[in-house]
């Protein structure tokens, strides 16, 4: 199945470097709940809507990180065994999981993150200058880009998180 992982530039060096993530990661895919909650839904739609709920969920890990430099919310999109993924404990969206399996590089479809028109709407958000409603709704609005995982160290090099 493919689980959406929200991350940081930080996590996706750890990636690049170990080749691995511990299991435990918190992630977001097409769940009953989704379908539920949707459904009028389709399989694209539920898709996207579990891409968007991991990129709020990378939001929020880089507010939760005020002292750091101003970072790019990041989204890995890997394909887990279906066995490898359980409902989030205290899910707080219909999407959320929790992948209970480690997550190769092998394992990743594809990197998303923003671009550098995004830095400033995340710099204004961690400055307290938008509330964290304000700063989704805002970056709901920033594409982010794609890039395949042979391209990992590349990103790194560009944004500043050398491998």
Known sequence: MRVYLPATLDALRTL???GVWSPGRPGHT???GL??????????SWEF??????????????????????DRRVVV???VDDAGV??????????????QRAVHLDDVAAVHL?????????????????????????????????????ELDVVLRRTGHTP
Request: aromatic share 4%; charged share 30%.
């Open 16 to 18: 690049a470097r170990d």
């Open 30 to 32: 097409v769940t009953a």
């Open 35 to 44: 379908r539920h909650a949707d459904p009028d839904g389709d399989r694209d």
């Open 49 to 70: 809507e579990a891409f968007c709920d991991a990129a709020v969920a990378s939001l929020r890990l880089l507010l939760a990180r005020p002292d750091a430099a101003p």
């Open 77 to 79: 999109s890997a394909d």
């Open 86 to 99: 359980q409902p989030a404990a205290e899910p707080t969206v219909a999407s959320a999981v929790t992948v």
């Open 114 to 150: 923003d671009g550098q028109e995004a830095t400033e709407l995340l710099r204004r958000a961690r400055a307290g200058e938008t509330g964290q409603t304000l700063a989704e709704e805002a970056l709901s609005e920033v594409a982010l880009e794609w890039y395949d995982p042979s």
